[in-house]
């Protein structure tokens, strides 16, 4: 469909792609919904329906071609309850999307799950999180990483993922989504999104129906020790120890802690819950006019008809390296997602409208076990942290920050390039949360990230023309883009301890909102089909 059209044309389009008149179609809604801009500045919108039709079997038989076929609906189903009772109530550690949408699905079942959530309630950490910005008063455990809604809730709220669905479980999560207060639109949009003003108040909505349903929420309850026995061979969970005094009994526990929980990761490995370092990747974020990037990807610098333009790139570097952009946030801003002292890391945030000045993605670079110097299982945290405390000496505990010409000489040893948004977008400046300061940021990165990251932003600049312009601006570091630490699972969900439950992000098994939920949901269904209910 043309850029601007309207409701009647495009059902009317459908009527003559099915060769029937509008008459003949019973009801219809949007599956999906995605821009066409091959031939821009000329933009299409490219929809897929799911109609209702008169006489459906002779309009199919009519079709010709793959654009019309039957309609095939993955519907989610909650798995039937297991025979084991559940004397106590099953223990979620963790309100992210992995634990909210576990404690989610278990509290509309009847198991009357109890989550805990070491920071605080998302109105209070709202709150915590802007006197941070403010005033560089970190509170550790109330922060962009900690608190209800999890990290993903500062965040541009991507609801995509490439996560094969075979079950529904995508589509339930973007439906609980909806039912919470999401727009409708996020159902069928090809890249579906939130916004953080918006995520705050859908994740305060799923929290009030957990707790209608027989749950408990309960905040600023960090999980410090696991009870646990041990039978013949078998060791199984028998409680939770929270802020070192109140000893919580329990005979289940999910661990949907979040890529951030240090502590809670050490814990673990003193418990001899077995782990291993993962690869994961860190970066930099980059930020562009936002009318710089819908000119590249539109062709023009605004229209009410689109939405502010994303992008997706990918490089693989001559030293085998993956470089690509990661959360990406149009009309976004870059924030300090910090939850340590003494160390800084950030993150790219949108609100809904994503209409902010600028946009920005983390430049990511991937790295291994090999890169950490160890074969420990939290050696990746350890990586992590030696970044992060180079990059707060570096800004002098604000966001250091400096152009990507400046980034590129002190790497090539090259003179920069002419900045052409500088000279067409004058009034470009930083758009951070936070204090920023000017630093060398390129000194935050080991040599071959350096060398790594330059040589991708040349590759995008082939394809995204004057995405490595010399005036852009670098920021860091991007050191949270997922655990570098996988617990181990087996089939049943569960670690080598009986009854612990490791799930989602933190854990090793998703990336991303989306992903991470539908992991907390598989998670739910495995404790459902073991258990019975809480009588």
């Not at 699972?489 to 991303?512: H, K, M, V």
């Amino acid at each position: 469909m043309p850029l601007i059209h309207s409701e009647d044309e495009l059902i009317s389009k459908a009527a003559k792609i099915l060769h029937i008149g509008k008459a003949d179609i019973l009801s219809w809604q949007i599956v999906k919904k995605s821009i066409d801009a091959r031939k821009k500045p000329e933009i299409f919108f490219t929809y897929v329906l799911d109609i209702a039709v008169k006489k459906e079997e002779q309009v199919l038989k009519r079709a010709k071609g793959n654009q019309v076929q039957k309609a095939e609906e993955k519907k989610y189903v909650f798995p039937k309850n297991g025979n084991l009772p559940l004397v106590k109530r099953p223990v979620i550690i963790g309100t992210g999307p992995a634990g909210l949408f576990c404690g989610y699905l278990l509290a509309r079942h009847g198991y009357r799950p109890v989550l805990l959530e070491r920071g605080k309630d998302v109105e209070s950490r709202q709150k915590d999180v802007e006197k941070f910005w403010e005033t560089g008063v970190l509170d550790t455990d109330s922060n962009v990483q900690f608190g209800e809604g999890g990290a993903g809730t500062f965040s541009d709220g991507k609801l995509n993922t490439l996560v094969k669905d075979k079950f529904g479980r995508n589509k339930e999560v973007l439906r609980i989504f909806v039912e919470a207060g999401a727009p409708e639109e996020i159902l069928y949009e090809a890249k579906p999104h939130i916004g953080t003003d918006v995520l705050l108040h859908v994740v305060r909505c799923m929290r009030e129906q957990i707790i209608a349903w027989g749950g408990e929420v309960r905040f600023e309850s960090k999980v410090t020790d696991l009870l646990m026995e041990q039978n013949q061979n078998e060791s199984r969970i028998k409680g939770l120890v929270i802020n070192d005094t109140e000893q919580l009994e329990t005979d289940v526990v999910v661990l949907a802690i979040g890529h951030s929980a240090r502590d809670t990761f050490q814990m673990l490995y003193e418990r001899n819950i077995p782990m291993e370092a993962k690869s994961f990747a860190v970066g930099l974020r980059v930020e562009h006019p936002r009318k710089m990037m819908n000119q590249i990807q539109y062709g023009m610098e605004e229209s009410q008809y689109l939405p502010t333009a994303s992008y997706k790139v990918t490089a693989q570097t001559e030293n085998g390296r993956g470089v690509y952009s990661f959360c990406m946030c149009p009309g976004g801003y870059v924030v300090n997602a910090s939850s340590e002292e003494n160390r800084l890391a950030v993150n790219g945030m949108s609100y809904s409208g994503r209409n902010g000045e600028n946009s920005n993605s983390a430049i990511i670079v991937t790295v291994t076990p090999e890169d950490f110097g160890s074969s420990h299982p939290l050696s990746g945290i350890a990586f992590q942290r030696k970044l992060e405390e180079k990059a707060y000496a570096i800004g002098q505990g604000s966001v250091p920050v400096e152009t990507y010409g400046e980034f590129q000489t002190a790497v090539t040893g090259d003179a920069a390039r002419p900045s052409e948004i500088i000279q067409k977008y004058p009034s470009f400046a930083p758009a951070i949360k936070g204090s920023y300061r000017q630093a060398p940021v390129h000194e935050i990165l080991p040599e071959a990230l350096q060398e790594s990251f330059v040589e991708g932003m040349e590759q995008f600049g082939r394809v995204l023309p004057g995405f490595d312009d010399s005036g852009a601006f670098v920021s860091g570091i991007e050191s949270r883009t997922s655990s570098p630490v996988r617990i181990h699972r087996d089939e049943s969900g569960q670690a080598q301890i009986q009854g612990l439950f490791p799930c989602g992000e933190g854990a090793g098994y998703a990336g991303g909102i989306t992903s991470a939920a539908m992991d907390g949901m598989l998670i739910a269904e495995k404790i459902a089909g073991i258990y019975q209910p809480v009588s």
